[in-house]
Structure formats: structure tokens, C-alpha cells
């Protein structure tokens, strides 16, 4: 696993639109997404739409709400597909054209990262429960670990070529989600060279 690793937010910036939707109704689809846990129930269909308040899209940078994305500026996105294989797709904002900001769509790879039992005494020890699983589309979601709280990973197929992989787990509660995300050590680097205020690379084990 040495070629890959986890690309940490040091912050977060920009607003996905709408706030009603926290964002989700143009990336999947008012049916597209759970509303009682907040987790898509398909692959997205639409582009991100980010507020413009308080954002300069410049370097790359992971918005509010939705924490298992990326988003890159234009010179980033360029550099990006020369070199890795990503799907880019613009972010788009409210009543102007897209344009200056792109999205990398992350693809969940693998049919797991942590062996449960590993993942249940390590949830238990933090929080005194695992998690739990939504009443309404019956998606299992781990209650959240930080980086260095998480089992060691058993990912079963292994990721093979991929560049920027998302875990089949998912993790958070009530209507906060997110994924587990590894990069390849060489894009990540790229990444923190443009933004280094925005990210740090930590090593997975």
C-alpha cells in the first residue's frame, strides 16, 4: 500500500447550493439521495454547485457538507489530466455559467477496506456503539474514526490502477457521511504542491 495514501483536509472551504438539500439535488437528484442519512443511493448524475461567497476557487480544496470529494482550479485540472486518470467534471454555480472549478468524482472501488470485526471493537472503544443503519434506504454507516484510530486496511479486491479510490464503507452520523478516500502517492503530491494550506499527506497503513 506504500503507493498510496490519505490526502487529509486541513480545512474546508466553499458552500454547496442549494443549503436546503445540503447541495445533493443537483449532483444526484431530489429521488437520487437519501434524506434521512444523506447518502446517495446511485452514481451522480450532475455537477456540484458551490456558492461563490467567501470562496476563491484557486489550488484545490474540499467544500462543506460533502467531505469525500475534491475539488481543483482550472491550471490544476489541466495538470491532472495529463498525468493521472480521473473523471473531472465542472462545477457549476448558482445562476452563472461553470467555469474555473472542477470536480474529481470519486469512484468507490472494492467490495471492502476493513474487516468488520476490526472496525466494530475499534467503533465500540471510541464511542460505546458501532453505528447504525438508516431506517429509511438501510445503508450501513460506521460511526466516524480519525485516521489514526482506524483498523489496518484488508482491501479485498485490491485497487489495482486506479488513481483516487473511495472506500464501500461508509462512515459518520445522523445526516453527516462520508467515505474513507486513498490517493496515489504521486497524484496526492501534486495536489499538496498547489494547495499546501488546504492538505497534508498522511500514510495509511
Given at each position: 500500500m506504500r503507493e498510496?495514501?490519505e490526502l ?9 447550493w ?13 429521488g437520487?439521495w437519501?434524506?434521512?442519512c444523506g447518502?446517495?443511493?446511485?452514481p451522480?448524475t ?23 470529494l475534491?475539488?481543483?482550479d482550472?491550471g490544476l ?8 486518470s480521473?473523471d473531472?467534471?465542472?462545477v457549476?454555480w448558482?445562476?452563472t455559467?461553470a ?14 477496506w ?5 472496525l466494530?471493537?475499534q467503533?465500540?472503544?471510541?464511542h460505546r456503539?458501532t453505528g447504525?443503519r438508516?431506517p429509511?434506504?438501510?445503508?450501513w ?15 479485498t ?6 488513481d ?15 467515505r474513507?478516500?486513498?490517493v ?16 497534508l499527506?498522511r500514510?495509511?497503513?
Amino acid at each position: 500500500m506504500r503507493e498510496f495514501v490519505e490526502l487529509e483536509a486541513k480545512r474546508n472551504r466553499g458552500w454547496p447550493w442549494p443549503e436546503k438539500s445540503f447541495g445533493m439535488d443537483p449532483m444526484f437528484g431530489a429521488g437520487g439521495w437519501c434524506h434521512s442519512c444523506g447518502i446517495p443511493q446511485g452514481p451522480q448524475t450532475g455537477s456540484l454547485t458551490l456558492q461563490r461567497r467567501n470562496l476563491t476557487p484557486v489550488g484545490a480544496w474540499v467544500p462543506y457538507w460533502i467531505y469525500d470529494l475534491i475539488c481543483v482550479d482550472d491550471g490544476l485540472a489541466e495538470t491532472l489530466r495529463g498525468r493521472f486518470s480521473l473523471d473531472l467534471r465542472p462545477v457549476a454555480w448558482p445562476a452563472t455559467p461553470a467555469g474555473d472549478a472542477w470536480q474529481i468524482v470519486i469512484p468507490t472501488v472494492g467490495q471492502s477496506w476493513y474487516a468488520p470485526e476490526d472496525l466494530r471493537r475499534q467503533t465500540l472503544a471510541r464511542h460505546r456503539r458501532t453505528g447504525a443503519r438508516c431506517p429509511v434506504c438501510g445503508t450501513w454507516k460506521w460511526l466516524p474514526l480519525a485516521s489514526e484510530l482506524l483498523p489496518p486496511l484488508h482491501i479485498t479486491p485490491p485497487l489495482g490502477d486506479v488513481d483516487i479510490a473511495a472506500s464501500p464503507e461508509w462512515f459518520g452520523d445522523s445526516l453527516s457521511y462520508f467515505r474513507k478516500i486513498l490517493v496515489r502517492r504521486q497524484l496526492a503530491e501534486t495536489i499538496t504542491a498547489a494547495s499546501p494550506k488546504d492538505f497534508l499527506i498522511r500514510e495509511v497503513t
